[in-house]
């Protein structure tokens, strides 16, 4: 079976990352399914855009000429957006040519079988989107004593409470994911306004917005998590630290806030609650267990999730008085109509399109698929 070629989008922002950006290009052109092509989108940096094309100028190379590159091959871009992630996704999106567009964060490597992973699940037409597991690599070597698992996400990371294997989820994790193309053409890009914008705040949730637009614009689609498809993402010193931990679960409360207004509170909630209810206690109990057992952290770990619940809610309360006050907005910007993909038997067009912000009707429950249902969150 011929299977999609695949584009990867890399966002990139700050020379202060070189290294761990030419090893995450690295990591993508060993794939065992090779990459069509790889994009590097760079937000509103010049001089990290110059030193980048310096670095890749086979990109500089076959613009000059008009040329479509060779599989593999780099391609370095200036984000024709608003400064931040969700626009330059959007960016990486319209310029590529793959039917399956796939994210790597820049401070990630992906394992060797990555993109294979993602490739093999969209064997099924029903699958649009596809994510898969994202490992720490701490730098102090190993996890802070007191940081709960329940909280990887914090800091980019695949959390215990994710169902294992190959799941049906509600959405994939931004950092480590892939969309079939005609995904975009149904519900638009990424809405910029809420995930990360160059503000101080560490936000999140571009990609849980999308998923449920996604959901709500075609309901039979199959969203999918394959624990096999594994990248390792860099966790540098100020984010194994409390301070970070407690204001990116504030932030992550501003951010669902905002999800709760485009979605609708049901759905944008709906794997929360499970994970507020059932995930979280457990991890208390195994907290305070460990501490009753004098097993070093524990009385922390328990203290920690209790703190990360209170401040994110912290956070969604006051999210959603700005949000009702109109003093945040957030838009989802039509994607241009610049890539025609094919790849053996498979074609792919994208053609722009306008969306509105705002809750969307809900949709019928889509048709049982045959991976079990399960619930991801940011």
């Known amino acids: 079976m011929s299977r999609p070629g695949i584009s990867v989008v890399i966002c990139v922002y700050t020379e202060e990352r070189w290294e761990d950006i030419l090893a995450a290009v690295s990591s993508v052109r060993a794939q065992s399914h090779p990459a069509l092509e790889i994009l590097l989108v760079v937000d509103h940096n010049e001089a990290l855009r110059a030193r980048l094309t310096e670095e890749y100028p086979e990109h500089a190379e076959h613009a000059e000429y008009g040329r479509h590159q060779a599989s593999g091959e780099v391609r370095v871009l200036a984000n024709a957006g608003p400064r931040g992630l969700s626009a330059g996704r959007n960016t990486g999106i319209a310029a590529s040519r793959g039917a399956v567009i796939a994210f790597l964060d820049d401070d990630a490597v992906a394992e060797r079988d990555w993109l294979r992973h993602f490739a093999k699940a969209y064997d099924d037409p029903r699958v649009l ?72 705040r560490p936000l999140g949730c571009e990609e849980t917005e999308l998923c449920i637009r996604l959901t709500r614009a075609r309901p039979d689609a199959v969203l999918l998590i394959d624990d096999r498809a594994v990248i390792h993402h860099r966790v540098p010193a100020p984010r194994e630290r409390f301070r970070y931990f407690r204001a990116r679960a504030y932030a992550e409360g501003l951010s669902k806030a905002l999800v709760a207004r485009s979605v609708g509170a049901e759905k944008g909630l709906e794997s929360e609650r499970r994970y507020a209810t059932r995930v979280l206690p457990a991890g208390v109990a195994r907290g305070l267990r460990d501490a009753v057992l004098a097993r070093p952290g524990g009385a922390g770990r328990a203290g920690a999730i209790v703190a990360g619940v209170c401040t994110a809610a912290g956070g969604y309360v006051l999210g959603s008085v700005r949000v009702r006050r109109g003093a945040v907005a957030f838009s989802i910007p039509p994607l241009a109509a610049t890539a025609t993909a094919t790849i053996g038997a498979t074609t792919a067009t994208t053609t722009a399109s306008t969306r509105t912000t705002g809750p969307v009707m809900p949709a019928a429950p889509a048709s049982p698929a045959a991976p079990a249902p399960g619930g991801a969150d940011e």
């Open 129 to 200: 989107a596809v994510g898969g597991r994202t490992v720490p690599i701490w730098a102090s070597g190993r996890r802070p004593v007191w940081f709960p698992e329940e909280f990887d996400w914090v800091v980019g990371c695949t959390y215990r409470g994710l169902p294992p294997g190959r799941v049906r989820v509600r959405n994939v994790l931004g950092g480590n994911a892939s969309f079939r193309r005609e995904a975009f053409d149904a519900a638009g890009g990424f809405a910029t306004g809420i995930g990360r914008d160059g503000d101080s």
